[in-house]
């Protein structure tokens, strides 16, 4: 029951992805027709609105999450550039760069194919947002305090508690 809603919906999705027949046909290059053939079943294709738009999928093995998790790494690593001339910010790419790796290490150790999928999921969203401006200068900036880093967390209940930070 549930294979076949997400064969509808993948069948759906592809009849809206792929282009009609019709505009190949008015086409003059060869890739443009190449490009209109329908879909296999089973067979992606990547938005042309963004190339950050990706499909969700289960992670084969350790190997196969280790390669998407590098993969995405290297995206943040070279979108920080564009991250700060986007937003402005005050922090050079290289604090961006920095907080990335400190973000990806925090979850270095995580061995379940299942909560590791979700993480590359969630990376992946928070990117194809940041790089779409759908954030504003105080989400990204958020990432730069330092409670973030732990120094406020660690501290005893007490201690902020008269400071005034429970």
Avoid: C
């Avoid at 089973?42 to 289960?58: C, I, N, W």
């Avoid at 402005?88 to 920095?98: C, E, G, I, N, T």
Wanted: charged residues 25%; proline residues 4%.
């Amino acid at each position: 029951m549930i294979a076949s809603t997400m064969l509808r919906r993948l069948a759906h999705t592809s009849a809206a992805v792929a282009p009609s027949a019709a505009a190949a046909s008015s086409s003059s290059t060869p890739t443009a027709a190449a490009a209109a053939a329908p879909l296999a079943a089973g067979e992606y294709k990547e938005s042309d609105a963004t190339h950050l738009a990706v499909f969700s999928r289960a992670s084969a093995d350790q190997a196969d999450a280790r390669a998407r998790a590098l993969s995405l790494y290297r995206k943040w690593l070279r979108s920080a550039d564009e991250i700060v001339a986007l937003y402005y910010l005050d922090v050079p790419a290289s604090a961006v760069r920095q907080r990335v790796r400190e973000e990806f290490e925090k979850n270095r150790f995580v061995t379940d194919l299942g909560t590791l999928d979700i993480v590359l999921w969630k990376g992946q969203l928070e990117l194809q947002e940041t790089i779409n401006l759908w954030k504003q200068k105080t989400h990204i900036m958020r990432y730069f305090e330092p409670a973030e880093f732990g120094d406020a967390k660690n501290a005893p209940f007490m201690d902020r508690f008269l400071q005034g930070r429970h």
